[in-house]
């Protein structure tokens, strides 16, 4: 598997990282992939009473599963974000072992300035999710470590400015000096080689994780309808705090008619909220379902283990197979 400067950064063996997929509850998905040698992220979006307890919760929970670095996903626009930091950086205060592996710490969907001197002095290393060369642009400024570009097929939130992945990454790349980890429509060997070749050290992948025996707050019946998607089957929806991209069903179209009737930011909410506790429930058709694109060439769910197998061994593969196209191509020339 190809090592780069990200894994010695984060402490991982393999530069993948998990993305988050607030308002479910990733902890087990997060442990998942740190023990197969990625950077699992916790993320829990849901506004609750007990935010400060239930994300405590989460952080022992994959402390005592894992043995290696895992990280936190927070978007800034949530509501409970500052809460959420309080309990992180009291656990890393209170707990040895946490501070010594609760590494990394992820943000999105908002400016990282105010945060990040926090962050530094409590010793976290700090990535920042963006959608242009803009943001990247001022999240250096702002002095994260590292940037994930994420492109518009990605799901969940999406920016304003559709700019994809393949446009994104290098662009990013070359405007930024830190590593930059590619995101947005990659689940396999093919994307995190093609991401290299765009100048990123690492993917980060949503969609591809969701779709795993490991996700276990994602109900199989939800997963396997998703096994029957197509490349076109996501589409923008309103969210909480910009647009989203959810899967293309029943829900979705009626979210879609909601707005254009113009209902209320509380009817939407509302609205939305009956949309996850389907999806909860496995209620398929009617279930809000954050979803990329790249959910159309997932085919199969498989264990955390095996995906990133697959990455680690596929790599090496494609880039032969490359390689023996271009010295194919030289011998024709000669």
């Given at each position: 598997m190809i090592h780069t400067p990200l894994c010695d950064l984060l402490g991982i063996q393999y530069p993948i990282i998990q993305g988050g997929m607030g308002p479910n509850d990733t902890s087990d998905l997060a442990a998942a992939v740190t023990n197969a040698g990625g950077l699992g992220l916790i993320s829990?979006?849901?506004?609750?009473?007990?935010v400060k307890s239930i994300t405590r919760q989460h952080i022992d929970k994959v402390k005592n599963l894992t043995k290696g670095t895992f990280g936190f996903n927070q978007p800034?626009?949530?509501?409970?974000?500052?809460?959420?930091?309080?309990?992180?950086?009291?656990?890393?205060?209170?707990d040895p072992e946490v501070n010594r592996r609760l590494r990394v710490i992820v943000t999105a969907a908002g400016d990282p300035t105010p945060f990040v001197s926090s962050f530094k002095e409590s010793g976290l290393l700090h990535g920042h999710v963006v959608p242009t060369v803009y943001h990247a642009v001022k999240a250096q400024r702002a002095g994260v470590d590292f940037i994930i570009a994420e492109g518009y097929e990605s799901g969940g939130h999406v920016s304003y400015q559709p700019v994809h992945t393949l446009v994104l990454v290098p662009a990013v790349v070359d405007a930024v000096s830190v590593p930059v980890v590619a995101a947005g429509g990659i689940c396999d060997a093919r994307g995190f080689v093609a991401a290299l070749a765009l100048g990123a050290q690492g993917i980060q992948m949503g969609t591809r994780f969701y779709m795993t025996t490991d996700a276990r707050s994602i109900?199989?019946?939800?997963?396997?309808?998703?096994?029957g998607a197509r490349e076109t089957d996501t589409v923008i929806v309103p969210g909480n705090y910009?647009?989203?991209?959810?899967?293309?069903?029943?829900?979705?179209?009626?979210?879609?008619e909601l707005k254009k009737r113009g209902a209320t930011k509380e009817e939407i909410a509302a609205f939305k909220q009956q949309g996850q506790d389907a999806k909860n429930r496995g209620d398929a058709p009617n279930a809000g379902v954050p979803i990329g694109m790249v959910t159309g060439r997932i085919k199969e769910v498989l264990s955390v283990a095996a995906v990133i197998q697959e990455i680690a061994e596929g790599a090496e593969t494609t880039l032969a197979r490359i390689e023996g196209l271009i010295r194919a191509e030289n011998r024709r020339a000669v």
């Open positions: 829990n979006y849901r506004e609750e009473d007990n800034l626009a949530a509501k409970s974000c500052r809460e959420r930091f309080e309990a992180l950086l009291e656990a890393r205060r209170d109900h199989p019946i939800i997963q396997q309808a998703l096994l910009g647009e989203n991209r959810h899967w293309k069903n029943p829900f979705a179209s009626a979210l879609l």
